[in-house]
Structure formats: structure tokens, C-alpha cells
């Protein structure tokens, strides 16, 4: 009988094949590449805060003009279109009531002087007086009073942007203008106009009085106009988990208008935090989510992200997960899965 005899070239053959069959057996995961990555070091930079909104510009200030009961309207003294000072005369009413008001108020007080001299000689008794004095008090009140509601006074500067009666009508007192009240003239603040915005409960603890604000609108393309919060309501409505902020706007040009779109961007508090190239972000097909990958002990490491506020073209995320000091990979990510091994490169 022959003894096989095996030879160390034998052996080596051997050894070769074993070890291509085992790698043919293996998954293709298990013998991919070591991927080349470059990275950059994660640091908190200074980033403001900011929230926007859409509003429409309103005026400052807004009156629908009119005297306080029915006449006839001698002269308006405007158009629509004027430009009008605060104390400016516009418009005039019949003055006939007022006349004889006045006469009223003339004898009211020959009465009273008279009661008041007879009361020293002790021929009156106080009611009398009293009963003087009181008619008197009437009839000038009642002459203030006609006297306020017969010429029209301009109560701040503004524009005229209405005109509902001519000379010589009668003002009714019924309702007339698109706000269902009634006026014979309608004047707005346009220097200064405000828009309304309705913020998330969210930023309550940090809207401030003074605090700025820009405007963009379509019409100004390119350009910003500034602004800053006057007014904060006091309440949250409970429906839209929101609140009313008024802000005011410098418009010396009258360059913008009531009724005009426009956005607006409050500036909060600035804080420290993590900004990243935009490229170093990756969005998940078909989903809103989008990740950042970090090299970690020859890994890739896959970390969820909210994107934050855009700084030309770096971008703020935010999430527990990233930390200061990660090496963030910004370059070859867009082939990776999490969990693939990776090298950095120069």
C-alpha cells in the first residue's frame, strides 16, 4: 500500500483555496472598502436668533372725522390726497346752534353776577345761587361743547385718504365707510406705520419693548426697511397658542403704504451654537429629515439634525447628539451609510 505523501507546495495550495472560497462565501458589506472621508473640527459660534412673519402694513394712527351730532357742513377745507399738520382747521359745520348758545351762556352769566350780589346782601337764599351758578356752568359747557363739534381740528399730522361729504350736505350721523362708522373726512398717520404679527407662545420670555425688526416687501425688492416692538398683548390666545405684538415703522419717504404685504423678521437673543457647511448636511429622499455624519473610531456615525438658521452658506443644527469637538465629515458623505468604516484623508 502507498502512503500519500504531502509536500509543503501541496500545503500552500491548500491554504490558497480555503481562503478564496471563504471570502466568496462572505456578504459584499463585509469586504467593501475603507471609504476616504475628510472632516473638520465642530465649534460653538455666535448665532442671533430670528423669527418671521407675514403681516400687512396698517396706518399708525387712524381717524374717521365727524362732529359729534348731525348739521349741515358749511366747508371742508381739504381733499383727499392733502397733507394736513396737527391743529390744522378742516372742516367747518353750521354755526346757528353755536350763536345761539352763546347768547345763552351771555345771559346764564349776567343771572349768576347778579345772584352772586344779591346773595352778599343776604336778599337771595344759597339755593338760588346755587341754581344760578348751575345754569351758568351748563351754558358754557354746552357753548365748549358746540364749539369742538363745529370746527374740526386735525388731532396728529397725516394724510387725507377720504372724503365722504361735500359743502353745504348734511352729515346724518349713519355709517358710511368701510369700518361701519360714520365721518365726513378719513385721516391716517403714514410717516409712521405699524404692522401686527400674531408670535408663538414659544417666544414670549423674549419679545421685548425696543426690540428691532426688518420688513422686506415684493414691491422693494432688495431692499430692507427697520422697525422695532412698541406694544406686547398681555395674553396668549388659547386657539392659536400665539400673541398679538404691534411694531412700529419709520416711513419719513412714505415709501410704504397701509394695506402692503410685507414680511417681517424679529431678531431675538443671540446665543452660542453649532453652524456647519450646507454641504455637510444630507437630506433622506422622499422625507423631510436630513442627518450630518461624524467620524468616530474609524465609523461613520449617523446623527439626525434640525436645521436651524442659515448664515450664507453655513447652516445651524440642532440636536443633543452633536457635541463641540466632533470631527464632522464634509466631504464623501454623500456615499455613506451609517456604520460604514471610513478614513480620513489629507
Do not use: W
Request: glycine letters at 6%; a negative charge; aromatic letters at 6%.
Amino acid at each position: 500500500m502507498k502512503t500519500l505523501k504531502i509536500t509543503p507546495l501541496v500545503i500552500g495550495l491548500l491554504i490558497g483555496f480555503s481562503a478564496c472560497n471563504s471570502n466568496a462565501d462572505k456578504p459584499e458589506a463585509e469586504v467593501k472598502s475603507v471609504m476616504p472621508v475628510k472632516t473638520i473640527t465642530l465649534e460653538k459660534t455666535i448665532v442671533q436668533r430670528t423669527t418671521q412673519y407675514t403681516s400687512t402694513l396698517i396706518p399708525f394712527e387712524e381717524v374717521n372725522y365727524a362732529p359729534a351730532q348731525p348739521g349741515r357742513i358749511n366747508k371742508i377745507h381739504v381733499e383727499v390726497g392733502d397733507h394736513v399738520k396737527k391743529g390744522q382747521l378742516l372742516v367747518e359745520m353750521d354755526r346757528t346752534q353755536l350763536a345761539q348758545a352763546m347768547l345763552q351762556l351771555e345771559d346764564a352769566n349776567v343771572n349768576f353776577q347778579r345772584m352772586e350780589m344779591l346773595l352778599k346782601q343776604n336778599s337771595i337764599s344759597q339755593q338760588q345761587y346755587d341754581q344760578a351758578k348751575m345754569a351758568a356752568d351748563l351754558a358754557n359747557s354746552n357753548v365748549k361743547y358746540l364749539k369742538e363739534n363745529t370746527t374740526l381740528i386735525a388731532p396728529f399730522s397725516g394724510i387725507v385718504t377720504a372724503k365722504y361729504y361735500e359743502d353745504g350736505e348734511v352729515y346724518s350721523g349713519a355709517p358710511n365707510t368701510a369700518s361701519g362708522k360714520a365721518a365726513i373726512i378719513n385721516i391716517q398717520q403714514i410717516a409712521l406705520l405699524k404692522a401686527v404679527v400674531h408670535v408663538s407662545e414659544s417666544y414670549f420670555p423674549s419679545i421685548k419693548e425696543g426690540m428691532e425688526a426688518s420688513f422686506t416687501t415684493d414691491i422693494y425688492p432688495g431692499k430692507t426697511f427697520k422697525g422695532s416692538v412698541y406694544r406686547i398683548y398681555p395674553t396668549i390666545n388659547e386657539a392659536t397658542r400665539s400673541f398679538k405684538t404691534e411694531i412700529k415703522i419709520d416711513n419719513p419717504d412714505e415709501a410704504l403704504r397701509p394695506g402692503m404685504f410685507t414680511r417681517v423678521e424679529l431678531k431675538l437673543d443671540e446665543i452660542e451654537s453649532l453652524v456647519v457647511p450646507a454641504i455637510a448636511i444630507v437630506k433622506q429622499d422622499g422625507t423631510n429629515n436630513h442627518f450630518i455624519y461624524v467620524y468616530e473610531n474609524g465609523i461613520a456615525k449617523q446623527i439626525e439634525v434640525t436645521i436651524g438658521k442659515r448664515i450664507n452658506d453655513k447652516v445651524e443644527v440642532i440636536s443633543p447628539e452633536v457635541k463641540e469637538g466632533m470631527q464632522l465629515i464634509i466631504a464623501g458623505q454623500a456615499r455613506l451609510m451609517a456604520g460604514d468604516a471610513v478614513t480620513i484623508s489629507e
